[in-house]
């Protein structure tokens, strides 16, 4: 039996999606190509909010990370860390050979204003690593307080991992003024995983120029050529994805953006309900996110156990991430799922728990 997804990430692929991808292959180097590219990178910008360019990217997310480092710390990065994901953007600078201070705080905390002026006024960075959604705690950190301070230091490159909460939460790229905002398009996106895409500023652009070693495979300067010369990628990209993507965009206009938007939180706030009646929250709750609820295992169930029953009956959530297994779960409501779908599933819980 199929189950379906409530984890947050890869996330339930609608059928009618998963026929498109069935659709005959064309060249990557093709007229064809080109028309479908022009046709996805402005629906993009769209969903972004963003006149800055828009790149595709035949990989994970985690690529795109890496590529970013690559092409925006020039000095020293500063890598806001509040749980796996953003602790994973100091292990990519690093691993870069670039320098970079850490700001941290405790897991299921969010990162604050105030934590990042401080450390940007010591003046010794030029760019900022930041997890919009951290996908293993559940904290959503304030996007939009957090970017007026960046533009109090307008010479910080502003790299923003909105990974799982891009298109499930309005991210106003050029308002926040975000130098690159990337995500993999398995999480809210709702298609399977493969591509990762991102938006890159005109700063962001001029600065990489100025940076050597910027690697080969996520040069966004290749990037942009591609893009110009041939509204192509610069390498082979998933295809069958792309078109996808193009058809599931046009899904999300059809559906209306804020409406999808809505439609997570409302789909947060009945898992958050139901939380507070039978468990409680891992992350601080003045920051829960909208597309997934990290619950503290308070009642000392198997959360191992609980999914099995759960696979029975055609579902999956997911465990605690890394450290977290065991103590906490977690309950993704992103991409395409419904009400519902969540009083579905939570109904099951209750049952299998005797709630
Ligand atoms: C917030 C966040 N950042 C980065 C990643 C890594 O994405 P990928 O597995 O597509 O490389 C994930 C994956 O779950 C994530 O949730």
Known sequence: MHKKLFIPGPTEVREDILDVMKTPMIGHRSKEFSELYDSVIPKVKKVLYTENKV???????????EGAIRNCVKEKALNLVCGAFSKRWHQITKANGKEADVVEVEWGKAILPEMVRDALKTGKYDAVTFVHNETSTGVMNPIYEIAEVMKEFPDVS?????????????????????????????????????????????????????IPNRGYYFDFLTF???????????????????????????????????????????MANYVRDWTRQYFAFFPDEKYLSNTLTAIKNTRGISVAD????????????????????EQSFRIAHMGDLTLDDMKWLLSQINEILGL
């Open 55 to 65: 790149f595709l990217s035949t990989s994970s997310a985690t690529g795109l990370m």
């Open 158 to 210: 502003f790299l923003v991992d909105a990974v799982s909460s891009m298109v499930g939460v309005k991210i106003e790229v050029d308002r926040l003024g975000i130098d690159v905002c990337l995500a993999g398009v398995q999480k809210a996106f709702a298609l399977p995983p493969g591509l990762a895409l991102c938006s890159v500023s005109e700063k962001a652009l001029k600065k990489a120029e100025s």
């Open 224 to 266: 942009l050529k591609y893009d110009q010369d041939k509204h192509q990628t610069p390498t082979t990209p998933i295809i069958s994805i792309i078109f996808a993507l193009d058809k599931q965009l046009d899904r999300f206009f059809e559906e209306g953006l804020e409406n999808r938007f809505a439609r997570h939180l409302e």
């Open 306 to 325: 609980l999914n099995k029953e759960l696979g029975k009956r055609g579902a999956m959530i997911s465990n605690g991430y890394g450290k977290l297994k």
